[in-house]
């Protein structure tokens, strides 16, 4: 049994899982945490999935490493690549891997028009594919590839000139009349929130960074590993680059 104040790790392919570990941390603050971001490889959108999953493994296995009492795969790529193979390889282990969030934005728009903003290698996965069937009834479901955003975020290009004209152009290819909805299919993209917004102003962002704190703390919770401290937790926040200026980053994220 792992100790009630072992750290929870989440685990990215870069940067942009600080928007989930953000989430985890306004949800459960006085729990500790190790931060794995994997920038040296990223962005995973791109990479054939059988070398994001050999990623994601070596990754974990280098977090669990460290006495982690939980795993949060906070990468939509990895979780659909690699999170049912890793729940094989730790049974005991609580594994909470992040979806895009088309279920609230389908069922709160009936017969509406639904844009998931994705990896390439997210909307081409099983599980991805999946959520469409499910939910494709209730909604017209827009896949949308987006994966060169993910690059400006790991630059900490937030709010550049460059950044809005590739949002506007992505969102023109695939959307020939407004969508009533946007869901954020990777963790990256809540660091452009304010971009997307700007340039789709009248519609309706979701972002799954939430619910996935949840579930880690429902399970943390099943599992009797809720660190019983009132004092606010720790944040280590480590980096494949081997680059300073990329963990500040994320500290400056994780506070954004």
């Not at 590839?145 to 630059?155: G, K, T, W």
């Not at 020939?176 to 917004?197: K, M, Q």
Request: charged share 20%; aromatic share 6%.
């Amino acid at each position: 049994m792992k100790e009630k104040n072992a750290p929870i790790a989440v685990f990215d392919s870069g940067v942009g899982g600080i928007s989930v570990l953000r989430e985890l941390v306004k949800l459960m603050p006085n729990e500790n945490y190790i931060y794995l971001g994997d920038s040296a490889n990223a962005p995973y959108g791109t990479r054939p999935v059988e070398e994001i999953r050999a990623l994601t493994l070596a990754n974990v296995e280098t977090l669990l490493g460290q006495g982690a009492k939980a795993l949060v795969v906070a990468c939509n790529t990895a979780t659909s690549a690699a999170v049912r193979i890793l729940r094989g390889m730790y049974p005991d282990l609580p594994i909470v891997g992040i979806e895009p969030a088309l279920k609230p934005a389908a069922l709160h728009h009936p017969g509406g028009r639904v844009a998931v903003l994705a990896t390439k290698m997210t909307l081409r996965q099983e599980k991805f594919a999946a959520l469409l069937e499910h939910y494709r009834s209730q909604a017209e479901i827009i896949p949308v590839p987006a994966s060169e955003l993910v690059e400006y975020v790991e630059r900490g290009e937030l709010d550049s000139p460059a950044l809005f004209s590739q949002v506007e152009n992505i969102l023109d290819s695939y959307l020939d009349t407004p969508a009533n909805a946007i869901v954020l299919g990777c963790t990256h993209f809540p660091f452009v929130r304010s971009a997307i917004e700007q340039v789709a102003p009248r519609t309706i962002i979701y972002d799954g960074g939430n619910g996935t704190a949840r579930e880690a703390r429902r399970q943390l919770s099943v599992m009797g590993l809720i660190n019983p401290s009132s004092e606010p937790g720790s944040i280590e926040i480590q980096n494949s680059s081997g680059d300073p200026e990329k963990i500040m980053l994320c500290y400056r994220l994780l506070d954004a």
